[in-house]
């Protein structure tokens, strides 16, 4: 199970890397086809088809992630559940919120399936 979770963890850290971001290929290999985001801002729903276009105006950001939690569903599906501290480039405010992945297994290799971002109070 350690090993599922440091899996994971690296597709998340994945996730949030610039060039990944702005790559629809790359973006695609990790995202299953049905992918669906809740985001932390409680805007409406982000689908797959939609990501790489609502990505490409994104400020520059960075995130530290923590605490994180693997909870296995499935043999096929997986949730990982951390704390996250965004900060956005030439923003003031510091962003925090509970995070929640579900990622699925399709044959080959781990897709992200599902996230939602809650904003909570800051930690360390």
Not at 24 to 45: R, T, Y
Not at 49 to 63: A, N, Q, S, W
Not at 87 to 105: E, L, M, Q, T
Request: net charge neutral; aromatic share 10%.
């Amino acid at each position: 199970m350690d090993k599922l979770k440091q899996a994971l963890i690296a597709l998340e850290l994945k996730l949030i890397e610039p060039e990944v971001r702005s790559c629809k290929a790359m973006l695609g290999q990790l995202l299953a086809d049905d992918f669906m985001e809740f985001p932390a801002s409680g805007g409406a729903p982000y689908y797959k088809e939609g990501v790489y276009d609502r990505l490409t105006d994104e400020v520059p950001f960075t995130v530290v992630q923590q605490d994180y939690q693997l909870r296995v569903l499935a043999d096929d599906i997986a949730q990982l559940i951390y704390k996250a501290k965004i900060c956005v480039k030439g923003a003031s405010n510091i962003k925090y919120s509970h995070r929640s992945s579900i990622y699925k297994h399709n044959g080959k290799h781990w897709q992200m399936q599902f996230h939602q971002g809650t904003p909570c109070e800051s930690f360390i």
